[in-house]
């Protein structure tokens, strides 16, 4: 019989006789060390990189198109971009010019008075708009493709793309942006009156916080800079 002072032998609790035997708890398995959950790596400034097929990573600060990091291209810049590509198109102009100036299509007249007298002038518009038509299908190829830039654009330096989204346009919304553009530039050409449409769409970057001209808030599109410009 175990001594009742000194338990089982062995060392172990005492037992009483028709007592059954403890039997210890089962210890649980040991829980392997979970790794802390993994993030993207975040470039600096706080914004992971943009999905495929988004505005590239070109701007001179690193951002993607968010509020802080886009740059908006200046009213002077997108100037500029505009002058190069009228430069090109005025070689166009002039060999239509000559090649219609005895033409009495879509002709207007207009009526002068000067020291009494009137005089009276005719002008053709047929070569107005056959440039404005080669312009919408110039711009519409070479911002509604991957680039978003015309030559003028490439040179300055500066990208149109999507409102909010600052992706590709693609060819449709190329198309209406390029017809919207002209369509103010006719009528600026025709009347004095509906030229101040005209002037107010190219003059309105500079106080639009987007730096957007009437014929981008149309179609609900940006100009943004692709690199720095001296």
Same mark, same amino acid.
């Given at each position: 019989?175990?001594?009742?002072?000194?338990?089982?032998?062995?060392?172990? !609790? =005492? @037992?009483? $006789?028709?007592?059954?035997?403890?039997?210890? %708890? #089962?210890? +649980? &398995?040991?829980?392997? *060390?979970? /790794? !802390? =959950? @993994?993030? $993207?790596?975040?470039?600096?400034?706080?914004? %992971? #990189?943009? +999905? &495929?097929?988004?505005? *590239?990573? /070109?701007? =001179?600060?690193?951002?993607?198109?968010?509020?802080?990091?886009?740059?908006?291209?200046?009213?002077?810049?997108?100037?500029?971009?505009?002058?190069?590509?009228?430069?090109?198109?005025?070689?166009?102009?002039?060999?239509?010019?000559?090649?219609?100036?005895?033409?009495?299509?879509?002709?207007?007249?207009?009526?002068?008075?000067?020291?009494?007298?009137?005089?009276?002038?005719?002008?053709?518009?047929?070569?107005?708009?056959?440039?404005?038509?080669?312009?919408?299908?110039?711009?519409?190829?070479?911002?509604?493709?991957?680039?978003?830039?015309?030559?003028?654009?490439?040179?300055?330096?500066?990208?149109?793309?999507?409102?909010?989204?600052?992706?590709?346009?693609?060819?449709?919304?190329?198309?209406?942006?390029?017809?919207?553009?002209?369509?103010?530039?006719?009528?600026?050409?025709?009347?004095?009156?509906?030229?101040?449409?005209?002037?107010?769409?190219?003059?309105?970057?500079?106080?639009?916080?987007?730096?957007?001209?009437?014929?981008?808030?149309?179609?609900?599109?940006?100009?943004?800079?692709?690199?720095?410009?001296?």
């Amino acid at each position: 019989m175990p001594d009742e002072t000194t338990g089982a032998p062995g060392g172990g !609790p =005492p @037992s009483f $006789p028709g007592s059954a035997p403890r039997v210890p %708890p #089962p210890v +649980p &398995p040991p829980v392997p *060390p979970q /790794a !802390p =959950p @993994s993030h $993207p790596s975040v470039p600096r400034g706080g914004y %992971p #990189p943009p +999905p &495929p097929g988004r505005y *590239p990573s /070109a701007l =001179p600060n690193g951002g993607y198109g968010d509020p802080q990091g886009v740059q908006f291209a200046g009213w002077g810049t997108r100037l500029g971009g505009y002058l190069v590509d009228v430069v090109i198109f005025i070689p166009v102009l002039a060999v239509l010019y000559l090649a219609f100036r005895h033409t009495h299509t879509l002709e207007v007249h207009l009526m002068t008075r000067r020291n009494g007298s009137s005089t009276r002038r005719s002008l053709s518009l047929l070569s107005p708009l056959i440039t404005a038509v080669a312009f919408v299908a110039y711009a519409t190829v070479l911002c509604g493709g991957p680039r978003g830039q015309t030559v003028g654009m490439m040179a300055v330096g500066v990208r149109v793309v999507r409102e909010g989204a600052h992706d590709a346009l693609g060819y449709g919304r190329a198309f209406w942006r390029a017809l919207a553009e002209q369509f103010l530039r006719i009528l600026g050409t025709v009347t004095l009156i509906l030229g101040v449409f005209w002037l107010l769409d190219m003059l309105f970057p500079l106080w639009d916080a987007k730096k957007q001209t009437l014929h981008d808030k149309i179609v609900k599109t940006v100009v943004l800079r692709v690199r720095p410009t001296g």
